[in-house]
């Protein structure tokens, strides 16, 4: 219990500053405006630490590196803090693989929040149609590529689900890769 309230506590909040800076690196990568309000609200919970990094790390081309490193920095600090709240019981040396895993963890869970959020509301005949072209140009990259290969049954569109199962097939990798990382750092 003594470590599972901090750790619990250390996923939601790396969770929210690390995805927005995620999101963030996604919205740039792909040119989604930022005027609207979940555009100001991820550069107000992400520009404390982004816009420090921006300084000494450019961006290569459309890819915002500074937003990433951000993300990877926040989730190495929840690392450290659980390694020193279990008395160091891990090789520090792993911690950077550690963390690089628990980013792509973490990047996994936003594409598919941002799917299942996507699905729902392409369901919903009267949603919002500013929420719902935000959610679908962020999703349509991901969607895109598998909408060839996946037929619509009955008019629904199912290459949601096929990308949110794919993700998940990644999720399961990543969380063997973790636990060797664990395994081979003690």
Known sequence: MLYQIPSFLLDVIVGLLGGACLLRLYMQYHRVPFGNPLGRFIFA?????????????????????????????????????????????????????????????????????????????????????????LIGRLANPLVRPLRRFVPELGGVDLSPMVAIVLLQVVAIVLANLMTQAFVFGR
């Open 45 to 133: 919970v992400s520009d404390w630490i982004v816009l420090p990094l921006r300084r000494v790390i450019p961006p290569v081309r459309r890819w915002d590196l500074a937003s990433a490193i951000a993300a990877w920095l926040l989730v190495l600090a929840k690392f450290v803090l659980l390694a020193l709240l279990l008395g160091g019981a891990i090789r520090w040396s792993v911690l950077p693989l550690v963390s690089l895993i628990g980013l792509l963890q973490l990047a996994v869970s936003g594409l598919t929040a941002l799917l299942i959020v996507y699905a729902v509301l392409s369901w919903v005949p009267n949603a919002s149609s500013m929420l719902l072209d």
